[in-house]
């Protein structure tokens, strides 16, 4: 049973443009969010997280928003660059180490 | 050194073969996992270790069977795998669990024929 899940498996959009990936969850009890981005032949590496208590994390191009109660999150990468071509996998995890993620989505960043 | 090194970073074996994966982490973290990804899957949780100890077994397979002598390695031994075991295997470690933030190797990628 996958708690977490990322509906698009890929997205393009033009450098300088806003890219937006979302995921939705189905277990009420995480309280904690992450977003890892992964190249190819590269493990994945830790972008961005958020707790329940916010909606809203912020970190230079990249903000995560978390709406509870339609239990669903989203990465927005303002403006995208070509370096941010990669996987993106979103993840949560309740009050332990047992991170659910989902299976990625895959960002082509065009010039 | 980077902070989460595995070896090999890619293997061959045969389904009767034994082989090790290896993970070291120069962090200094107290917990090391072990997670599986197969193609186009989310990531899965195999083992976790915290200070050395085991303290999750996701239902793996027998014929996975990790080892963590200290809180800075932390093996994977195969034995008699089957071909859908090929995947990638990803260590991973963490300062504290709860909060989720963990640190990749960039993986070893398993082909079993």
């Known amino acids: 049973d996958q708690q977490v899940k990322q509906n698009s498996p890929s997205l393009s959009v033009q450098e300088g443009r806003i890219s937006i990936l979302n995921c939705d969850y189905t277990?009420?009890?995480?309280?904690?969010f992450l977003w890892y981005k992964k190249y190819p032949a590269e493990g994945p590496t830790f972008l961005i997280s958020?707790?329940?208590?916010?909606d809203k994390n912020e970190d230079g191009r990249f903000t995560v928003f978390l709406n509870k109660s339609a239990k669903h999150l989203s990465l927005h990468i303002v403006p995208s660059q070509p370096g941010d071509s990669a996987v993106y996998f979103c993840?949560?995890?309740?009050?332990?180490?047992?991170?659910?993620f989902g299976a990625g989505t895959t960002v082509t960043v065009r010039a | 050194e980077t902070g989460v090194t595995q070896t090999p970073r890619h293997l061959v074996m045969g389904m009767t073969n034994k082989k090790s994966l290896k993970c070291e982490q120069h962090l200094g973290h107290n917990a090391m996992y072990w997670y599986k990804q197969s193609a186009k899957k989310p990531l899965e949780l195999m083992f976790v270790y915290s200070l050395e100890e085991r303290v999750e077994n996701n239902s793996v397979p027998s014929r996975f069977s990790p080892e963590c002598p200290n809180s800075s390695h932390l093996f994977l031994h195969l034995h008699t795998l089957q071909p859908e075991d090929s995947a990638l295997y990803l260590c991973?470690?963490?300062?504290?669990?709860?909060?989720?933030?963990?640190?990749f190797g960039e993986g070893s990628r398993l082909t079993v024929l």
């Open positions: 277990n009420s009890m995480f309280d904690y």
């Open positions: 958020i707790s329940s208590i916010k």
């Open positions: 991973a470690s963490s300062q504290d669990p709860r909060t989720g933030e963990l640190f």
């Open positions: 993840a949560a995890s309740f009050n332990d180490y047992k991170l659910s």
